[in-house]
Nanobody, 125 residues
Framework: QVQLVESGGGLVQAGGSLRLSCAAS????????MGWFRQAPGKEREFVAV???????YYTDSVKGRFTVSRDNAKNTVYLQMNGLKPEDTAVYYC???????????????????WGKGTLVTVSS
């Protein structure tokens, strides 16, 4: 069993930065693709970024060049560095883990093995 705990959310002005962290319990962290989704008020949850088991990263188009996802397997932690934040980035951000190597499946949010409870990011204009 793996538990995911997000931290680092908060209120920031447009143009500012935040770094989200997701700490995972368990000893098999390195075997999971790890990533982030977000859900804005009144909208469906959407894929943000993923770092695969081999270190490859993928992003949704709206955050490319602004967000960076990374992982530290020694610390069982995945990060999301968010720069140049915009009001439209306001959402609850969820950490997720999925075994397997399908990028599309991860991006679709299909058959995720574990989800965190989320951390709120609010970007003021």
């Amino acid at each position: 069993q793996v538990q995911l705990v997000e931290s680092g959310g908060g209120l920031v002005q447009a143009g500012g930065s935040l770094r989200l962290s997701c700490a995972a319990s368990g000893r098999t962290f390195s075997t999971y693709a790890m990533g982030w989704f977000r859900q804005a008020p009144g909208k469906e949850r959407e894929f943000v970024a993923v770092v695969m088991q081999n270190g490859n990263t993928y992003y949704t188009d709206s955050v490319k060049g602004r967000f960076t996802v990374s992982r530290d397997n020694a610390k069982n932690t995945v990060y999301l560095q968010m720069n140049g934040l915009k009001p439209e980035d306001t959402a609850v951000y969820y950490c997720a883990a999925r075994s397997g190597i399908s990028i599309r499946a991860f991006q679709d949010g299909a058959d995720m093995d574990y989800w965190g409870k989320g951390t709120l990011v609010t970007v003021s204009s």
